[in-house]
């Protein structure tokens, strides 16, 4: 798919409202292509000027005698469906489209924007835009956004804010990281989307990690599908703004209420292994960090430090965030006493006590011993390297500059991620740069050292969890459950009774407590008998009666037959006194669930974004309280289910506490992974809640299901 | 106390082991004292020189024929029990010793560090370190650390890491922050302690702020002394290191356990008023925001911004971390309106839509009217501001530094913060420096303006609360008390018995709910008749059995004279199973606690930093798993306890959820008081527990009381 969009690409650019007012689009797009040499034909296009800045000028596309690979189009938005026509019938296959004025200007520009991609559509041209700050690719030297001093390098951006890619290039210039490839400012999205872009990124070989900048995706979906597939061939980092915004207003269940928040983005994109950032200021470092180094097989860090503050900002940070500092083996200690005064620590972290004052190549010696330390997955360098020629004698600068590349060499040669922390960083040394050209990101934080490390290490197991996945076979509808769903709609309900909703479960082999519909005050001792001697929940079966507790509908621990009828009473009389003219299908009897359960909850809502989505969490006061919830996308995977049990900030409770057994992790897996398949089968299924589920050592109990018809 | 300190300030400096040797600490420093110009008169003391650097050098301090203020000593550490009794001899009030070897270097190092603080006692000397990288005071020029580029300023540092100050003296020069006023290096704190150098800066009149680095603080208690006066007179910047140390691993009791954490040190810190900053890559930008600008009167912050991707940014950071977006008033919008463009978003963020573009001074008249709106606290302006020269027209240069003079014009004129984040921050543009003359901090990243924003407006309410809280007089012990521990420790216990520890809580006038302690059968029948008919609990008591639920030695919900004497008889005989040989005193028996009260848990231990602390949090899960507890040091005010409450994660709870009414918070805040008082007045308890509290929406039950004597 990424061939349609071979114009990010181009050998040739027409500027449609190319001008010879400095101020305009239209001038400075031509003056920025003839300075930054861009390699390709540029034609000007305006009726009025023979020649823009030495160059012919054309009164229109059709007048160009050569291929037109893109349009820069500065033209206001009115003409734009007349322009976008011209570029089709030229063969143009791509234009961006700077104006503003569309659909994000109310409705008669919403009516323009339509019609400017139905011209798209019709006439064969893919539309960056419009409302967008524009695009570049550094490698065609094709600068259509005016960024000054752009490098080539791997780094690709699509953003949703031109503001945001500028802040990104000036910070890349200034802190002098890797360069950029391409960027796309997408705009209003009218035609080419998030996941296209991202799919071409994926496939341009220039570009080595993305970038992207979201504050919302028009369709999130299309977005995880191309972000699955990116992220085996590159990282794909992100930041998602706008994540205090109010969520969907319109839930109508308790899961709904909880979704269409960051952790439904968080959770989704993090499963399609997107590295979601939460931080604006480390976007670009994690984004170099991840495009040079290889992920590390496991969590295990190893710190090299010439001083004890560093060394421990460095370890509280890594071992606050999950990662391990393993002990270094017997030989590894050995060879480092062998290279450091005696008053080195040779645990972890590794502190030389001076021993680089006056001769920094030791930095090398002994990374290169720390490296090979089979106990160890990653190398995080902190304090002074890079500054000993600074701080300490100008006759060091050589051996410095040695190190440097001497440690650069070291990433392949034991494919291990090797990172270098320095509060030289900013001066951007001789040393530094060397190291940064060497390979190893260079950084003036230990926390955002330590943040890239770990999300290294995340991208790492996400892709490989994602190689490894098999996608969920789409899973058919059976009979009864379709069935049961017809009826409802039927019947004009847009949600399922709970005995239907159990029996749709079942049908699924979800196994369900044994419950019976009673009708007929004369039906109980059927049911009786059919239970045996345990106790019983009842509660009302009715459309009108949602909050059967509020209503007094609900009867819990009923023994007996005597007991039965008196319930059964009670529920009849009180939900008509809730409601008199309440639709009464019956009363639900079931036994009354096992105590000593953890209460859990598993709710799928249809988020905006991001379509299908699966909530899984404690019950009762962590989810209500704590809000101690997780997210993913459906379909889901075993690995995406246990991830979920994982996840939960109160997740010691499942492994059993106070004594309590663990809980049944298998048997919840295969319920989260038959829930998928059911809301697969039934899409019109849009919003179900198991809540609460009990969970024991053996199995589960569902004592309530809700579903909601779309 | 600071008086003492005026050696930190000094008009002489001797030079203890002065050489010719440039690779030398004792040459080095001489040369920058002269390259620098140190005001005062330099002493080389060197018997083997006659002079060094062109100064006279003298055989030892006695031939030196003027006062000398302070003496670096730059020998090795076995000679430094003489040089400090020199030092005496000869007047000088204050050392600075350099040399390790002391008691960071074992025994016979601690030993030679006892010798030398014996003599500095005893010869009048207050001695910085020993195993210090040194100190400076840029505004007497003189540099004793060797750092270089030293800009005079506001900022004070003190820190356990040398490395760490040199970290911060780089980082401010590169970006061009606020200068140092005097650094510290406190070394072993043999001598001079945290506390005192914290007084010290708090008298100091060039000192706006002050930044401290800790690992560990030998004397937290004095610490949070110093710091309570401090903070009232400026603030005091804190970056705790080693956060992630196993905590106390001989802690007898379960808030034993959860103590000599982070929690315990940022909880007591916070409560004296400390700034403590989690990422050491925003100490240098939060204490400069600090002390350049007046703390909000609360938290409603109003954001200015010139593209909706940092504007989206900050108000999520904003947000997220608890500050306030007030909608403008309609006056402050119909201003807005006047002067932005129509596209501009009038709301808060308030984005002026490319209404600065042409003219940056817009800004200013914008922030004019934001400021003036009764409805704001503080102002964030966010994005390309400092660069619109480079962005848009060198022509717009002078026009952007007049803009800079009047926004800094508006924090005294409003009495209100003012922060600028731009991305052209680090490259110092003119208009950045004008502004930051001006007194405006301006921060690269967004999330690290907002994090001072946040800290800025915390910093005032502890302020605030410091300076009106009267300090709890102190507790004295009753007789009652005091016989109850006197007895436990001749019986050889450390620990009461529970019928004791209730004895002495009500004997503060704590409320508990009655219990008898029945050590015959024969009583249990008048125990009955006091209580009436309630249902029991009846649980033994034994010093030799801590864990009476193992020991199956408590029996719950006991109704009438029957079941208490099988209950009594069990409970016997489970603990004699349980242990033959226990001293069992009897059985206590209690009404039971009514149903639905929130478990709690309130917990006193000694930490060894801080000395006495309060832990409370939720009881059961919430403390067990999740860790939710927060911390404070004794003894407590009615707003700390408040405070507390307020700051669990499920503070929800207390509230009132799922229907519950919400929890007496007077009752709970009574009795944390009452609590705090008796530690205060029982030194000897060193544990205490009360667990679990259940809280009602009238008053609380105390179910279980633990002290630990010491």
């Known amino acids: 798919m990424s061939q349609s969009l071979t114009f990010l690409n181009p050998n040739s650019v027409a500027i449609i409202g190319a001008s010879k007012d400095p101020t305009k689009r239209g001038f400075r797009a031509i003056q920025t292509l003839l300075q930054e040499k861009f390699a390709g034909a540029i034609f000007p296009i305006n009726p009025k000027e023979a020649e823009i800045l030495g160059l012919p000028c054309y009164p229109d596309l059709a007048s160009v005698t050569g291929e037109i690979d893109l349009a820069l189009i500065c033209t206001p938005a009115r003409t734009l469906p007349a322009m976008v026509q011209a570029c089709g019938e030229k063969g143009v296959r791509g234009a961006v489209v700077l104006a503003g004025g569309f659909s994000e200007a109310g409705e008669a520009g919403a009516r323009l924007?339509?019609?400017?991609?139905?011209?798209?559509?019709?006439?064969?041209?893919?539309l960056v835009g419009p409302n967008t700050s524009g695009m570049f690719n550094t490698h065609k030297a094709c600068n259509l956004v005016g960024f000054s001093n752009l490098q080539p390098g791997g780094l690709?951006?699509?953003?949703?804010?031109?503001?945001?890619?500028?802040?990104?290039?000036t910070e890349g210039q200034i802190n002098g990281h890797m360069g950029f490839s391409t960027y796309i400012g997408v705009?209003?999205?009218?035609?080419?989307q998030f996941s296209e872009y991202l799919d071409y990124f994926a496939e341009d070989e220039q570009t080595k990690v993305v970038i992207a900048y979201v504050e919302g995706l028009k369709d999130g979906r299309a977005f995880l599908?191309?972000?699955?597939?990116?992220?085996?061939?590159?990282?794909?980092?992100l930041y998602k703004s706008g994540r205090t915004e109010v969520g969907q207003s319109s839930a109508k269940s308790h899961t709904g209420a909880l979704a269409g928040s960051y952790g439904v983005a968080k959770g989704a994109l993090q499963q399609a292994g997107v590295t979601v950032v939460s931080q604006s200021d480390q976007i670009l470092s994690v984004a170099e960090a991840l495009a040079l180094l290889p992920p590390p097989p496991s969590k295990r860090i190893a710190i090299l430090a010439d001083g004890g503050g560093h060394a421990t900002i460095a370890a509280d940070a890594l071992t606050e965030q999950g990662m391990l500092l393993p002990r270094l083996s017997q030989e590894t200690r050995e060879r480092l006493a062998a290279i450091l005064p005696p008053a080195a620590a040779l645990?972890?972290?590794?502190d030389v006590a001076g021993g680089t004052d006056a001769n920094p190549e030791v930095f090398a010696d002994c990374a290169e011993v720390i490296l090979a330390d089979p106990n160890v997955?990653?190398?995080?360098?902190?304090?002074?390297?890079?500054?000993?020629?600074?701080?300490?004698?100008?006759?060091?600068?050589?051996?410095?500059?040695?190190?440097a590349s001497r440690l650069g060499g070291m990433i392949e040669r034991f494919e291990k991620p090797l990172l270098l922390q320095s509060l030289y960083a900013p001066m951007r040394t001789e040393a530094l740069v060397t190291l940064r050209a060497a390979g190893v990101p260079v950084h003036e934080s230990v926390e955002t050292a330590v943040r890239c490390l770990v999300l290294l290490a995340e991208y790492g197991a996400a892709r490989s969890r994602i190689a490894a996945a098999t996608v969920p076979s789409a899973a058919e509808a059976n009979a009864a459950a379709t069935s049961i769903i017809t009826n409802a709609r039927q019947?004009?309900?847009s949600s399922l009774l709970e005995h239907e909703a159990q029996a749709l479960l079942r049908s699924y082999d979800i196994s369900l407590p044994p419950s019976v519909l009673i009708t007929t005050p004369e039906a109980?001792?059927?049911?009786?008998?059919?239970?045996?001697?345990?106790?019983?929940?009842?509660?009302?079966?009715?459309?009108?009666?949602?909050?059967?507790?509020?209503?007094?509908?609900v009867q819990l621990n009923v023994n007996g037959e005597a007991e039965m009828q008196q319930a059964y009473a009670a529920i009849m009389d009180n939900s008509r006194a809730y409601r008199a003219d309440a639709d009464i299908k019956g009363v639900l009897a079931t036994p009354m669930a096992r105590k000593g359960g953890v209460e859990m909850i598993i709710g799928v809502t249809r988020d905006p974004q991001f379509g299908p989505i699966m909530m899984f969490g404690l019950g009762g006061i962590f989810v209500e309280v704590l809000k101690d919830v997780v997210f993913r996308s459906l379909p889901l995977t075993a690995v995406d289910a246990a991830e979920m049990l994982d996840e939960i900030k109160a997740k010691a409770i499942l492994g059993g506490v106070r004594g309590a057994p663990p809980v049944d992790r298998e048997a919840i897996i295969d319920l989260m992974l038959r829930i998928s398949r059911v809301c697969q089968a039934h899409p019109e299924i849009v919003e179900l809640d198991l809540n609460p589920i009990l969970g024991y050592a053996d199995g589960y109990a569902l004592v309530d299901a809700r579903m909601i018809l779309g």
Chains 1, 2 share one sequence.
Do not use: W
């Open 113 to 126: 924007e339509q019609e400017m991609v139905t011209a798209a559509r019709q006439f064969g041209v893919r």
């Open 156 to 169: 690709g951006i699509l953003s949703q804010s031109g503001n945001m890619a500028l802040s990104l290039v």
């Open 187 to 192: 705009g209003n999205e009218a035609d080419l």
């Open 225 to 237: 599908d191309s972000a699955r597939r990116a992220c085996l061939k590159k990282p794909v980092v």
């Open 347 to 350: 645990a972890n972290p590794v």
């Open 377 to 403: 997955d990653a190398l995080l360098i902190v304090g002074l390297f890079g500054g000993y020629a600074i701080r300490f004698s100008e006759t060091l600068r050589a051996i410095e500059n040695h190190t």
């Open 491 to 493: 019947e004009g309900r």
């Open 524 to 553: 109980l001792a059927q049911a009786r008998q059919q239970f045996g001697d345990v106790p019983l929940a009842m509660k009302v079966v009715s459309k009108d009666i949602l909050h059967k507790s509020d209503a007094k509908a």
